[in-house]
């Protein structure tokens, strides 16, 4: 026993003796030491990086700018400008004026250049191509769902041992490395799902049916916007030149009140009436130049053109109005709704709804497939030696292992039990197909109150228009005969003075008549899907 005990200590007495390896001394810090290094951190660092707000709500914020005055995250440097109120700086990269589009000044442009002009520049036409760009790349990756699927994976690695020990003059030491790498190639391949890719490629396919509705809807809808905000700039020249036509009315009234008034047949307050008269009507001609420039600015808006362009724009005048353009209002409905984008989007819609449906019911099928697997991996070993007793040649051992192995399986998978997810997918896509269908019936409806309205609409601005030609030719004869007597002595101030203000009136209510009419035709034909071009 005491042998024993005596070997066990000379045994332990001899590896206390061993040189250690090279190691890594890592001594842990006492947690005061961490509690105190935690504390020395800022307090307020959160505060102190953040963007820094206005000092107080009466006092202007300060911002952080650069030399081209760009604002920047941070506190303004000591150098920076004084803040000038309530006012930002301003960015010299943000203060430049858009480009004009390719303009011809000696060109005069009607509806249909103008619609042109705008199709090329609109955001709203640039939104639904790429949103019907969108749906078509989505349909191609549905299809890609048919092909293989094909995976290639390569790994490599390296490692490298080296040991060395001495004891009672006694030298060990070992060098050992092994490297290998492998490579593989995976194919996975869906055979057969009950038509579950089917279904998904129909949805997808329907959904790029419906964005290229869409894009159609969106040049229809401009086609509209320009046509309108087109007539309502013609409306706002005609009333310019009514005014304009108005204001030479006044001036002969109040010349023929000056003529009396030398012949000492008139009165001064005639003079002054008809002076007045002339500086009303002045007035309503600058309103309606300022109102013109705001039309031609709003056109300008709607085709997305910088409202600082010039552009040359044609007259509306010369359309042909027949009460007649109203009548047939039941053909139109019934052909209209047929191609309407609104009631062909919505029914692209309900197939898709019906699409996915399908392809959820799908989900309770099994699904045949095939897999392959094709790998090759190689490694290197290398081991030498130093032994502890003798002198001779240092051992080393070297191995290097090849291998290449392919596997093909092919299985099936059945669903059996998933916590009524499948169920719950498929109430929801019964839903969507049920929503999809009531969304039908009210686009229907909707679209045959709009093509009802607008042909009410065209009707009775058609019927205004021919009313209020009468109008302004009864004014007409009106206002020149009471001027006409007035400058021959029969006739008062005051009713001529009162006819002029009518014919402005009968003029304004023609050009505004005959503009309406236009754009009541122009939604009419939006409602009936027909606005393709310049209507």
Do not use: C
């Amino acid at each position: 026993m005491a042998a024993s005990n005596a070997r066990a200590t000379s045994s332990t007495d001899w590896r206390l003796h061993l040189p250690r390896a090279p190691e890594l001394l890592f001594t842990p810090l006492p947690l005061a030491a961490l509690a105190a290094a935690a504390l020395a951190l800022p307090a307020s660092a959160a505060g102190r990086h953040t963007q820094p707000a206005p000092d107080a709500p009466d006092r202007p914020w300060r911002p952080n700018i650069t030399a081209n005055g760009e604002i920047v995250p941070g506190s303004p440097s000591p150098t920076s400008a004084a803040s000038t109120g309530f006012v930002l700086p301003t960015n010299e990269a943000l203060a430049t004026l858009p480009a004009e589009p390719s303009i011809d000044r000696t060109r005069v442009y009607d509806l249909a250049d103008l619609i042109d002009l705008a199709e090329s520049r609109s955001p709203a036409t640039r939104v639904a191509w790429n949103a019907a760009r969108e749906t078509a790349l989505a349909a191609g990756i549905a299809r890609s769902s048919y092909l293989p699927r094909l995976t290639a994976t390569a790994l490599g690695g390296f490692q490298a041992v080296h040991g060395r020990a001495s004891a009672l003059g006694l030298n060990a030491g070992s060098d050992n490395s092994v490297g290998g790498g492998v490579a593989a190639l995976s194919l996975q391949w869906l055979l057969f799902d009950f038509g579950q890719r089917r279904a998904i490629v129909e949805g997808a396919d329907q959904a790029t049916i419906a964005a290229d509705i869409g894009f159609t809807a969106a040049h229809q809808a401009l086609i509209h916007q320009v046509s309108l905000a087109f007539y309502a700039h013609a409306a706002a020249r005609s009333r310019t030149a009514s005014a304009t036509r108005s204001l030479a009315d006044a001036q002969a009234v109040q010349q023929a009140a000056e003529q009396r008034y030398q012949h000492g047949v008139g009165t001064v307050i005639e003079v002054a009436q008809a002076k007045q008269a002339t500086a009303q009507a002045r007035l309503a001609e600058v309103q309606a130049k300022g109102a013109t420039e705001d039309a031609y600015v709003d056109l300008l808006a709607v085709m997305g053109i910088p409202p600082l362009t010039k552009i040359a724009i044609a007259d509306a005048s010369g359309h042909r109005l027949s009460p007649a353009l109203g009548d047939d209002a039941e053909k139109v409905i019934a052909s209209a709704l047929g191609r309407r984008p609104d009631v062909l989007a919505a029914y692209a819609s309900l197939k898709a709804s019906l699409a996915g449906e399908r392809a959820a019911r799908a989900e309770f099928l099994p699904k045949f497939f095939v897999s392959a697997n094709g790998a090759y991996a190689g490694g290197d070993l290398s081991l030498s030696g130093l032994p502890s007793i003798g002198s001779g040649d240092s051992p080393t051992l070297n191995l290097t292992n090849r291998r290449l192995g392919a596997t093909i399986v092919g299985g099936v998978t059945v669903p059996l039990y998933d916590g009524g997810r499948r169920k719950a997918a498929l109430e929801q896509a019964r839903t969507r197909t049920d929503s999809a269908r009531a969304t039908l019936d009210r686009v229907r409806n909707d679209a045959i109150q709009q093509m009802v309205v607008a042909n009410n609409a065209l009707r009775t601005s058609l019927a205004a228009h021919e009313a209020a030609g009468e109008l302004q030719a009864a004014a007409q004869t009106t206002f020149d005969a009471a001027l006409a007597a007035y400058r021959n002595g029969v006739g008062s101030s005051t009713d001529v003075m009162l006819a002029e203000r009518q014919l402005l009136e009968a003029r304004n209510a023609h050009s505004d008549a005959y503009s309406t009419a236009l754009a009541a035709a122009a939604t009419l034909a939006l409602a009936s899907g027909v606005l393709g071009g310049a209507p």
